[in-house]
């Protein structure tokens, strides 16, 4: 039975919101500095992510890589890590709470508790014109988590390997030796770069429509430690009807890796893991 509304139930929806994390104390990315270190950076490394597979590479503190679109629309599930360290990993939900449910210029990817501080700044995003549509869609989320199998076999019965978890894990466990069993802990929620999703106003229902993206547009990172990342070209593709399947035009993704022009970064310091004393009140 539905219960009744309370007399000042419109009173009640009409509180305006407060915002969780106000983010004006965050401290401000160099962007001028990075991006100074970006123009005429060296490439020093370039790999593919192949169609409905992942790959993994590596970005020493203060360079940066670009994950570019090649051949057609195509979405990418990043996992970050610290190269040096595994346990510590990109944390989508915080980073969530912080700059709201896409990531665009300026904005950066945080890590995992306890160590909470920046991994990668996005310095350049091609499609920062796209803005929120009218669907409230945007690009590059941290709301979606990754295509999962597991998700498949609950909804439909299905035994798919080629989601951008199983992708993720492959990779990973190629890149470090690790069994996949042992891979499979690591893989976390991603950055959904070039995914164009939202919540459904009236059911607040995730959403994907085609991403936007084309052949040429890119997502720039500053690498603020030490990275080991992975990317998944989703088998969804441009995610504009379903993943989980073979069904969806899929492309490759790639991801190349800069030096810092010389100089560049004077002044410039890793930043250290959160201040938090960790003794949580004993
Ligand atoms: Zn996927």
């Not at 401290?27 to 993994?56: H, N, Q, T």
């Not at 990172?221 to 009807?241: T, V, Y």
């Amino acid at each position: 039975m539905l219960m009744p509304h309370p007399a000042d139930a419109d009173a009640r929806r009409a509180v305006k919101p407060v915002i969780c994390y106000p983010n004006d104390t965050l401290p401000v990315p160099p962007l001028d500095m990075y991006r100074r270190a970006f123009e005429g950076a060296e490439k020093v490394s370039e790999v593919f992510a192949p169609a409905r597979e992942a790959a993994c590479f590596r970005v020493p503190a203060g360079h940066m890589f670009r994950i570019s679109s090649v051949e057609g629309p195509q979405v990418g599930d990043l996992n970050l890590w610290n190269a040096n360290d595994l346990s510590e990993r990109f944390y989508s939900g915080k980073s969530r709470a912080l700059h709201g449910t896409h990531l665009t210029t300026g904005e950066r990817m945080w890590s995992s508790f306890p160590y909470l501080r920046p991994m990668a700044t996005i310095i350049e995003d091609t499609l920062h014109w796209y803005g929120m549509d009218q669907y409230g869609g945007s690009v590059h989320d941290v709301i979606g988590t990754r295509c999962d199998p597991y998700t498949g076999n609950l909804l439909a019965g299905s035994q798919y390997h080629h989601c951008c978890h199983s992708n993720l894990i492959r990779a990973l466990a190629d890149e470090t030796g690790m069994s996949l069993a042992e891979a499979e802990p690591f893989v976390h929620d991603v950055l959904n770069v070039f995914m164009c999703t939202g919540f459904t106003r009236d059911t607040g229902q995730y959403f994907m429509k085609a991403s936007p993206v084309r052949p040429g547009d890119h997502l720039d990172f500053f690498a603020e430690i030490d990275l080991l990342g992975a990317l998944s070209a989703c088998p969804g593709g441009d995610c504009s009807s379903e993943h989980s399947s073979d069904t969806a035009a899929c492309y490759p993704l790639k991801v190349e890796v800069f030096a810092p022009v010389s100089g560049a970064l004077e002044g410039w310091e890793s930043p250290t893991v959160n201040g938090y004393d960790g003794t949580h009140g004993r």
